[in-house]
């Protein structure tokens, strides 16, 4: 169905609630498996906010994308813990290996790369999540594994 016919809808489903704005991105982004450019000034229309208030809430929130994600979604932690057990050289690898960047999603649609702030598994830190399954102890090797699956 059309974007706007249909944003519409799950906006006017939800206006009246008490701060909709995060459960009407929520359901956007269920249903479309992002949130669409053209949805934003339908959003900001009806609950009154201009454009670029719904535009920084959507960036605020590091979960919600702006285009459709990849067959595979690989999320690198971004917190301390993993940080301090060189996540940053990690995710460099990764992005090298990918050619893309955080919030990219590779030409070829094989994988989009997101960061994340803490998988609750800091004691096997640094951790990713691959498509919902979550990865421990990360090194070199592993996360070309895990590129190499996604690349499969
Ligand atoms: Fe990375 Fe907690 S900081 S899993």
Known sequence: RDIGIRTLDIVSERKSLEGPLLPILHEIQAEFGYVPQEALPIIAREL?????EVHGVVTFYH??????????????CRAEACQSMGGDQLAE????LLGID???????GAVTLEPVYCLG???????????GEVHGRLDADAV???VAEVRA
């Open 102 to 108: 955080f919030h990219q999603t590779t030409l070829d």
């Open 93 to 96: 690898r990764v992005k090298t």
């Open 144 to 146: 070309d594994g895990l």
């Open 48 to 52: 009154n906010l201009s454009r670029a």
């Open 63 to 76: 979960d919600y994308r702006d285009h459709p994600a990849g067959r595979h979604v690989l999320k690198l």
């Open 121 to 131: 598994l800091c004691s096997a830190a640094p951790a990713a999540m691959l498509d």
